[in-house]
């Protein structure tokens, strides 16, 4: 069994990715409640098959997906916890990278996404496209 979710976001400016589709199968982790908003490092270590899902405020978009690089994520979605508005996601300057996808989306993508990583769905059960 599986559950499938089609939704819509934002893809960051500064997601060092190309241009192609990207499709891969993550885990999806959520950060600790005291960490909700990753604008510091992060307390844990992460792999390049996770996902980090992180709510908007507290700090720059980039400065989410930096955290989220450096402590060894495969992706970054960050949503929106004001509303069900889409923002493009942007660097500090043009031409800033940080090479892992990063995408933008609404609250109720964001909180579907929370509920995914609470009850623990296995390594690798979420298929993420990102696509141009």
């Given at each position: 069994d599986f559950v499938e979710v089609k939704a819509s976001g934002a893809k960051a400016l500064f997601s060092g990715r190309s241009d192609a589709p990207t499709e891969?199968?993550?885990?999806?982790?959520?950060?600790?409640?005291d960490q909700?908003?990753?604008?510091?490092?992060?307390?844990?270590?992460?792999?390049?098959?996770?996902?980090?899902?992180?709510?908007?405020?507290?700090?720059k978009f980039m400065q989410?997906?930096?955290n989220?690089?450096?402590?060894?994520?495969?992706?970054?979605?960050?949503?929106?916890?004001?509303?069900?508005?889409?923002?493009?996601?942007?660097?500090?300057?043009d031409g800033d990278t940080i090479p892992i996808p990063s995408?933008?989306?609404?609250?109720?993508?964001?909180?579907?996404?929370g509920l995914l990583s609470a009850t623990g769905v296995d390594n690798n059960d979420v298929c993420i496209q990102i696509r141009p």
């Open positions: 891969k199968w993550f885990s999806i982790v959520s950060p600790s409640k909700a908003e990753v604008c510091e490092g992060l307390n844990s270590i992460g792999s390049s098959n996770e996902v980090l899902v992180v709510k908007r405020g507290g700090c989410k997906a930096l989220a690089y450096n402590a060894g994520y495969g992706a970054c979605i960050v949503y929106n916890s004001h509303g069900e508005n889409l923002l493009i996601m942007r660097g500090d300057q995408v933008f989306v609404t609250r109720t993508v964001g909180e579907l996404l």
